[in-house]
Structure formats: structure tokens, C-alpha cells
């Protein structure tokens, strides 16, 4: 990295990439655990795995890089996640068949930043010797790979909730 400022930046989009982690890592454990009698229980307990070590591995690249980590910055986020949680669903005691659809597409925005910020690493990994390379093209196929599994169970969310065909199909029938 050329300058001083470029490298402050770093340390700043990486820290935020972190605390959306932290957030992240919460709602797919959070998600594990609601469907933990279900048919996609065990994908769905690895998926959170894979998101945890995920975090571990952005985690390790900011260390590496010699950069502060900003914990109040992942405490927040965890935080923001528990309160999110706190929403009107239409019910008072029990989980909302919206909640699986709202979590799955949260998920699946989450992942598709995580993936954005492993193609950005990648594409300074040249100016950077601490970034790997090949470990991020692996962080970035699994981050490909969840986005494939959490549109699978949108799209059955939809069906489950609203009677909706997947929209993949509706919209390349019209074309």
C-alpha cells in the first residue's frame, strides 16, 4: 500500500467488514439453531460454521496486516443484530413464517458483502504481501457457494409464505 492514508482506510473498511461479521456470525447461529429439527439442519449448522471461521479468517488478515482491530466496532454490531430481532412479525410468542424469509435474505446480503470485500482484498493482494492470494479465492468461492445454499432456502421461504414460484423462472419465461 502507497500511502499512510490508504492503509487508515484499510484499517477502517476492514474493521467494518469485521463488525458485519460479528453480526453475521450471530444470525446464522441464530438461524442453526431455529431450524435444528429441519430437513436442511445439519447444511445449516455448517453454513454457521463456515461464517464463524470466515470471520476468523478476516480477523487473521487484519492481524496480519498489522492493522487495529476495533472491537467496539463488532460489539456494536452484535448488538445491533440482538436488537433487530426485536420486530414486529405479526406474532407475539412464537417465530412469524416471515422470519425465515427476512433471515435468509439478511444472510444472503451479508454473504454478498463478505464476498465483495474478499474481491477487494484481491484485487490489491499485489500490493500487499500479507494478503494470500489463494486464500481468498477460497474465502471468495465459499462466500459464492453460501449465497447458492441461502437463495435455495429464499426462494422455498417465498413458496412456504406467499405461494410464490421461484422468481428466476417467472423472470426468464418473460424475457
Do not use: C
Not at 500487499?128 to 435455495?152: G, H, I, Y
Amino acid at each position: 500500500m502507497a500511502t499512510t492514508d490508504s492503509r487508515e482506510l484499510l484499517g477502517i473498511y476492514l474493521n467494518d467488514h469485521l463488525a458485519g461479521a460479528a453480526g453475521g456470525v450471530a444470525l446464522a447461529r441464530r438461524v442453526a439453531q431455529a431450524h435444528g429439527d429441519s430437513a436442511d439442519a445439519d447444511r445449516l449448522a455448517r453454513l454457521a460454521d463456515d461464517i464463524a471461521a470466515d470471520r476468523g479468517a478476516a480477523l487473521s488478515i487484519v492481524r496480519s496486516l498489522g492493522l487495529p482491530v476495533r472491537r467496539y466496532k463488532s460489539v456494536a454490531a452484535w448488538a445491533a443484530e440482538r436488537v433487530g430481532r426485536l420486530k414486529f412479525n405479526g406474532r407475539l410468542r412464537s417465530r412469524s413464517p416471515l422470519s425465515d424469509l427476512v433471515e435468509f435474505e439478511g444472510l444472503r446480503v451479508a454473504v454478498e458483502g463478505k464476498a465483495a470485500g474478499w474481491r477487494t482484498l484481491l484485487a490489491i493482494a499485489d500490493r500487499e504481501p500479507a494478503l494470500d492470494a489463494e486464500t481468498l479465492r477460497f474465502l471468495l468461492e465459499r462466500a459464492e457457494a453460501q449465497m447458492t445454499f441461502l437463495e435455495e432456502l429464499r426462494v422455498k421461504a417465498v413458496e412456504e409464505v406467499f405461494g410464490g414460484r421461484d422468481v428466476r423462472a417467472v423472470v426468464g419465461a418473460s424475457r
